[in-house]
């Protein structure tokens, strides 16, 4: 039976669009730009010279793959003006614009936006403040979204969980904000719902999370972490009102339909939950890795969401295959 990253790859491949990858210095985006290539996954752009990317992988097949160097591309003055225009009433000069333009990841930034591809993806030896600051400066976020967050899709290692008949979940937000506002957890709800459908192929029934249930804990009097959730949820519902989504909820009440009944009866949600809004990235963190070391899971991601376009990170640890899978989650994002 495919497996669901499989499925992503082969659904990626459909779509043939074209994605940038803006670190030919590193030999595993070197490598995973040739193996997306060769299966057909998306078009490459590597940002990178070919005199580089043969030094750090000489074993490499570079057939099929774009390589642009922004410090001889025709296109590096387009784009700097592009960011000029982005950023002179932040007091960018026209010089300062065209300086940076010639960075990579600015450069692929600027790509996108221009719609000369149609995914970005960076973060192998970048951290992720260098990798999503010119996906905030130049591409910004979606209209009607203000934040931009992080899932992860968590795959089960087989489908026999009663409480995950799916076999896959979406896990939110993880990895950017630390403690977001009611607003942002509203947001995040929305753009996960959206991941959920457009990459895991699920159909989402999102759960807000809490130590409490309908009510059950309170912490008016120390952090408000649940006054917060709550009002998270009402603003969900009134800007998504056609989504399945409700809380606050713990998540034996998300997950379990024996629990949801007893504790939310009037809910579609409660029990049936498959994403999952973590109230802050302490919780987010933790809850994720520990599906992945005590259950199993494989993580995708982080996926970034909330931008206009798809931009999406990678970790430092990455390896030549989370680079792939990344890509092909990147192509789904596309319009």
């Given amino acids: 039976m495919m497996s669901l990253l499989d499925e992503i790859k082969q659904k990626a491949a459909a779509r043939k669009k074209t994605i940038v990858l803006c670190e030919g210095e590193d030999k595993r985006v070197v490598e995973a730009a040739a193996q997306i290539t060769k299966e057909g996954i998306a078009k490459i752009v590597l940002i990178g010279n070919e005199a580089e990317c043969k030094k750090v992988a000489p074993h490499v097949d570079l057939k099929g793959i774009t390589l642009i160097d922004p410090l001889t591309s025709d296109k590096t003055a387009e784009y700097a003006k592009i960011l000029y225009e982005a950023r002179k009433a932040k ?40 990798t999503l600051r010119p996906g905030l400066q130049v591409v910004k976020t979606a209209p009607g979204i203000k934040t931009v967050s992080s899932c992860f899709i968590m795959i089960a290692p087989d489908k ?12 939110a937000d993880c990895a950017i904000n630390i403690e977001p506002t009611a607003e942002q957890l509203a947001d995040i709800a929305i753009t996960s719902a959206q991941t959920a459908k457009a990459i895991a192929g699920i159909e989402p029934r999102v759960a807000m999370l809490s130590f409490s249930t309908k009510g059950s804990g309170n912490d008016d009097k120390f952090t408000q972490s649940v006054p917060k959730v709550q009002q998270a949820t009402a603003l969900a519902k009134a800007a998504a009102p056609e989504l399945a989504l409700d809380g606050e909820f713990q998540f034996d009440a998300a997950v379990a339909p024996e629990v949801g009944q007893l504790k939310a009866p009037d809910s579609k949600v409660a029990g049936h939950a498959n994403v999952f809004v973590f109230p802050n990235i302490n919780a987010g963190n933790i809850g994720y890795k520990i599906a992945q070391r005590f259950g199993g899971y494989m993580a995708i991601g982080p996926v970034c969401q909330g931008f206009a376009k798809p931009l999406n990170d990678l970790s430092r640890g990455c390896n030549v295959e989370d680079i792939v899978a990344t890509v092909a989650v990147t192509a789904l994002q596309a319009e």
Avoid: I, W
């Fill in 160 to 171: 026999k969980n009663p409480y995950n008949p799916d076999g896959v979940a979406v896990f």
């Fill in 91 to 130: 007091g960018m000069t026209e010089e300062q614009a065209g300086e940076q333009a010639k960075d990579r990841t600015m450069f692929g930034a600027l790509m996108l936006k221009a719609g000369d591809v149609d995914g970005y993806v960076s973060g192998a030896c970048h951290s992720t403040a260098n």
